[in-house]
């Protein structure tokens, strides 16, 4: 499965953005999607998940509570809502997907990614 992401840019802190994800490839397999992020120097940490059934989500802990994650089952996308902003989110975002939900917050147990999308918080 191919992933795009797109929906980054600068916003100041306080603010909101959303990003997508599109999902192209085999329609038949079902997988769990992702976001992760990863700033300058730091390791790609988890975000949110969303299971393939729309049923259940997840988040890191420094983002529940301000980020929703979200599914067009039909359009074959994910979306993440970003609210509350802070400077300390600034990041590479990046959607993944995978068929497995074991270890759903370590990006290495994803096999699909998409190419990333910049977040720049300014205080």
């Known amino acids: 499965v191919q992933l795009q992401a797109s929906g980054g840019g600068v916003v100041q802190a306080g603010g909101s953005l959303r990003l997508s994800c599109s999902a192209s490839?085999?329609?038949?397999?079902?997988?769990?999607m992702a976001w992760f992020r990863q700033a300058p120097g730091k390791e790609r940490e988890f975000v949110a998940l969303k299971t393939f059934s729309g049923s259940n989500e997840f988040y890191g802990d420094s983002v529940r509570g301000r980020f929703k994650i979200t599914r067009d089952g039909a359009k074959n996308a994910v979306y993440l809502q970003m609210n509350s902003l802070k400077p300390e989110d600034t990041a590479v975002y990046y959607c993944?997907?995978?068929?497995?939900?074991?270890?759903?917050?370590?990006?290495?147990?994803?096999?699909?990614w998409g190419q990333g999308t910049l977040v720049t918080v300014s205080s």
């Open positions: 490839g085999p329609s038949d397999t079902q997988y769990h």
């Open positions: 993944a997907a995978d068929r497995s939900f074991l270890g759903y917050n370590k990006p290495q147990r994803y096999a699909f």
